[in-house]
Every structure is written in C-alpha cells, then in structure tokens.
C-alpha cells in the first residue's frame, strides 16, 4: 500500500510559496535573519501549520520547534526537518524545503490512514545559517549537547543583539529541555547549493557527509593617518593587511586544490574614508574541507600567514573562532537507504559530499542521520535567484517519504558498517 504512495506536490509548492512572502526580498528570494522580527512572523506560521495537522508541538529553550505524530509504539521518532531562517540575501529553498517537505510528508500519511511503527517527527531549528548569531547551526548545536544553552543565550550578534533577549522578545523561548532527546534517526531533504547533480543530469543526490568548517575573524589594528602625506614604507595599513589576507586565503584554497575552498565573506575598515590610511578593520574567513587533515593544515597555514604579516606590516592582529566543525560521515545504512528509494522510484541517483553545512552534521552525533539532495539550477544559492524545477522538489519529497517509512521498519539498534 504504502510503496506506491505520493505526496502532493502543489500542496508543497504552495507552502513553499506562502513561507515566501514572509521577509520578500527583490528578485523573489526572503530575508528571514534568525529571530527577527521576520523569523516570528515565519515561525508562527510554520508553527500553525503543524498544529493544523494536530502534531504534538514542543519548543526548547534555544527555540527549537519540534513537532510529533505518534506512532503504534512508543518512544523516539524518526525525525526530519531543516531550518526556516535564513541569510540576508536568501531564496525561497533554503531551509524551508526541508521542513515543508516534513509537513507534506505526515500530512500525506494521515490523508492515506497510514500509521507508522514508530513516531513521526518534524522539526526546524534555530538559526542554522549563523548570519547573524554565531555559530551557524546553532539550534541544531544545542539541541545534540554540543553547545550548553546558558552559553549560547548569552551570544551577541553581528547587530549586539543577544539570543535569550531575541527568544523572549518573539515569544520563542520554550520550556522543554536542551540537549532534547535523540531520534531513532534523522533524514534531511535540502537542495544541493551546488552545481553538480545539474551538471550531471542527476535528480536525487544521495548525500554521504558535510565538509568540516572553520569559522575565524580577525581583527587588525594598525595607525589611521593621511593618505597623501604618509610615505609608503612609514604605513601601518590594516586596509592593506585585511586586502592581503583576503588575497591569501584565496592563492591557498587554489594552492591546495582538491576540496578545499576558502572564503572572506565579511570585511569593515575604520574610519571607511577615501583619503585615510585604515586604522583598523574587521574581517572573517571561511575555510572548508571533507578531510580534517587538509582543514587543519589550511588554518595553519593562515596563521603562520598572519603572524608574518602583523610583523612585517607593523599591525597587531587578533583573531577569534567563530565555529569550527570537523567533516561529519553520514550512517551508511541511511544514505543506502535514499538511494535504494531514489532508484526504486525511477529517479537517476548518485551519492556525493555536502558543501554546505546542514542541522543533519549536528544530528549525526546522536543517531543515525542521512541527506536527500535536489538540483539547484547554476548552483546558485544564498541568492533571490534560487531556483529548483518544481519536479525536482516533489521527487525529493516522495524520496523523502519512502525514506522515511523504510527507517520506520529498519532495526537501526545493531552499529553501521562502513
């Protein structure tokens, strides 16, 4: 009965749609930074959707949303979901589809009187992205143990604005417990953010890990002075030593080549004037690798590069972890799992690394966890433009469905072989 069962995918793409008009951006994408003003407004939708569905809703100190459908046997659920903030300059995919899906997939069990063996769970998780609250996963952090709540209420954002203050000002700071209770397992349908399930003609992508990440921002402090009269080699230029960081990163991502990627995403001078030689500046850097060797002889390599540049350049340069996550393997017996369902149900399939990272590397502390990626056309993310073919986001939600019923009969206690 079960095996031949779809979800509706213009109830999906509808969700989709309404979710979007919550934070509109031009060019059709949202901004939805973590509890804003706009992150409430989605939430409380989200929220009323799943309570439509008469779900169990729980919500966690780090605002968390959980919400279940029981199944015949007690205990814990299999659980899906994603996150619904997202970055300044966000689509409408990001996130959201992974929680939507979750949605779509209980509804579509209820309407088929389909009981499932074991509980059913979605959730959405505070502040994933980490753009305005370091570290991005931050709800998913907390919920597993890595991070303890007191810690993380206390965080200030790029705005000074404090999470606890944040989560009682929107109504979103809940009584259940963090860490929250392990899942049987954990499934996550995202988009890819990258090109290469387009590139190869491939619709569901079966996803065997994410990279690990590091998070740094470096701060250099140097002498303001004036732009024409200060000879060149009399200069302590922290505009100059943040540009040449920024250069460095870059020549070492290229250098390494294989996965490693490296980026300067946010960068400010002092005083930001056209005529003054910067006194000081603010940058970070992104460095991301599927082999924690590799990571970790990257950060050395920029720490050397920064130790000789203070000296050389006559700044001071200190720097701050923002998050650091080593690369995570997914439970083999989950990714097996997406691609058996993908091929059974007619779908081209293909197993890959995560770029990007995902609630899913914080779950896979604590059960096993798995991915379903979908296309995203050029690649593109983190952008209005976002796109993924509407067909593409209904197969990975009837992907997901399978996946999910197919764990829900799985005896998940014996330990994965790789």
């Keep these: ?23 509109p951006i031009e060019g059709g994408g949202s901004c939805r930074l973590a509890l804003t003003e706009e992150d409430r407004l989605g939430r409380d939708l989200v929220v009323a959707w799943m309570r439509d569905l008469g779900l169990d809703v729980t919500i966690d100190g780090i605002g968390n949303v959980v919400a279940v459908r029981p199944g015949r046997l007690e205990g814990p659920p299999t ?25 779509e997939v209980i509804e579509t069990l209820a309407e088929n009187g389909v009981e499932t063996e074991h509980p059913l769970a979605v959730a959405f998780f505070t502040d994933e992205e980490g753009s305005r609250f370091p570290p991005d996963m931050l709800g998913s952090l907390v919920y597993v143990g890595g991070l303890g709540l007191e810690e993380a209420l206390d965080i200030s954002g790029i705005d000074d604005a404090v999470v606890g ?26 988009i890819e953010q990258g090109p290469v399930l387009e590139a190869e003609g491939t619709t569901i992508g079966a996803v065997t890990g994410v990279q690990g990440i590091s998070w740094t ?12 009269t200060t000879p060149m080699h009399l200069r302590h230029d922290a505009g ?28 400010g001078l002092h005083p930001d004037l056209v005529n003054v030689v910067a006194g000081s500046a603010t940058l970070t850097v992104d460095l991301r690798n599927t082999d924690e060797d590799r990571l970790v002889a990257a950060e050395q390599d920029l720490a050397s590069f920064v130790a000789d ?52 590397q914080m779950l896979a502390r604590v059960c096993p966890t798995g991915m379903i990626f ?6 593109i993310s983190h952008n209005p433009a976002e796109h993924t073919d509407p067909v593409d986001l209904v197969a990975g939600c009837d992907v997901l469905l ?9 005896d998940l206690n014996s330990e994965a072989t790789s």
């Design 1 to 23: 009965m079960t095996a031949g069962m779809r979800t509706d995918g213009d109830r999906l793409l509808r969700r989709i749609g309404e979710l979007a008009t919550i934070g």
């Design 79 to 103: 659980m899906t979901g994603s996150h619904i903030d997202t970055v300044r300059t966000g689509g409408r995919y990001d996130g959201n589809l992974g929680v939507l899906a979750g949605l």
């Design 402 to 410: 399978q996946t999910l019923l197919a764990l829900d009969r799985a």
């Design 165 to 190: 203050d944040e989560l009682e000002r929107i109504g979103y700071r809940g009584v259940a417990p963090c860490p929250g209770p392990a899942p049987r397992a954990f499934v996550e349908l995202h």
């Design 374 to 379: 979908v296309p995203s056309r050029n690649g």
């Design 217 to 228: 921002e470096f701060t250099i402090e140097g002498q303001s002075n004036h732009a024409g």
């Design 240 to 267: 100059y030593a943040a540009a040449a960081i920024a250069a460095h990163v870059r020549f070492l991502a290229l250098s390494m080549g294989d996965r490693q990627v490296a980026t300067v995403g946010r960068l």
């Design 309 to 360: 540049l203070a000296s050389s350049e006559g700044v001071s340069i200190s720097d701050r972890t923002l998050a650091r996550f080593e690369p995570v393997d997914f439970d083999p017996r989950v990714v097996e799992t997406v691609g058996t369902v993908a091929d059974r149900l007619g779908h081209t399939v293909q197993s890959l690394p995560s770029g990007a990272g995902h609630d899913a």
